[in-house]
């Protein structure tokens, strides 16, 4: 997909060593580290506040991971649209549900590497239920799942195992749940909806 805009070596430079530095100073601490997969669903939970993207950006130029991230087309008016996409941002038309899988997929195939950002609640309200198309995506195009978390009340970010999926939602999503909850308490709305 034309949509996925490289990212600027020299901005990996220099973003890396700043965001490790904005985010000390904000108190905050980072965890986790690069794989050698390169490619993977992240799943950022939870997806609470616009602040997410903002705390998602400077973990991953910390972790020196480039990433990218669906939006919602209507926010890439110009100029915005420019910086955006070159943050990494990605527009998806949501009044087409069932096409987006199959271009993320496609956009999977066609990259050497590619870590897209997925936040699974679909909102920032809270959810019963996760979204599926995270795992879909992952799963079809044979990239794991990547759990990442973001947690204000202690300031701690970062990142856990790559988790590769079976084919069995249920099991893969008990997986995915018990990395969270170890980290963050119960979450029950980590199940796919019945």
């Known amino acids: 997909m034309s949509d996925f805009v490289e990212h600027s070596s020299f901005l990996q430079k220099?973003?890396?060593?700043?965001?490790?530095?904005?985010?000390?100073?904000?108190?905050?601490?980072?965890?986790?580290?690069?794989?050698?997969?390169?490619?993977?669903?992240?799943?950022?939970?939870?997806?609470?506040?616009?602040?997410?993207?903002?705390?998602?950006l400077l973990g991953a130029w910390a972790l020196r991971i480039p990433i990218w991230f669906m939006m919602k087309k209507s926010h890439f008016w110009f100029p915005a649209g420019i910086l955006w996409k070159a943050l990494g941002g990605v527009p998806v038309d949501r009044t087409k549900p069932g096409g987006m899988v199959g271009q993320m997929v496609d956009a999977f195939s066609s990259r050497d590497r590619l870590y897209l950002v997925?936040?699974?609640?679909?909102?920032?309200?809270?959810?019963?239920?996760?979204?599926?198309?995270f795992y879909a995506i992952a799963h079809a195009a044979g990239v794991p799942v990547w759990p990442w978390f973001i947690d204000y009340s202690k300031k701690f970010f970062g990142c856990g195992e790559p988790i590769f999926t079976t084919g069995d939602m249920?099991?893969?999503?008990?997986?995915?749940?018990?990395?969270?909850e170890g980290i963050m308490g119960p979450m029950p709305s980590c199940r796919p909806k019945p």
């Open 14 to 56: 220099i973003s890396g060593p700043f965001a490790a530095w904005l985010l000390r100073r904000l108190g905050w601490t980072v965890v986790g580290r690069q794989f050698s997969c390169p490619k993977a669903v992240l799943t950022a939970v939870p997806h609470t506040t616009n602040w997410d993207l903002f705390y998602t």
């Open 170 to 180: 249920h099991a893969d999503f008990d997986r995915i749940r018990a990395f969270y």
């Open 118 to 133: 997925i936040p699974p609640e679909g909102t920032r309200k809270e959810v019963a239920y996760w979204k599926t198309g």
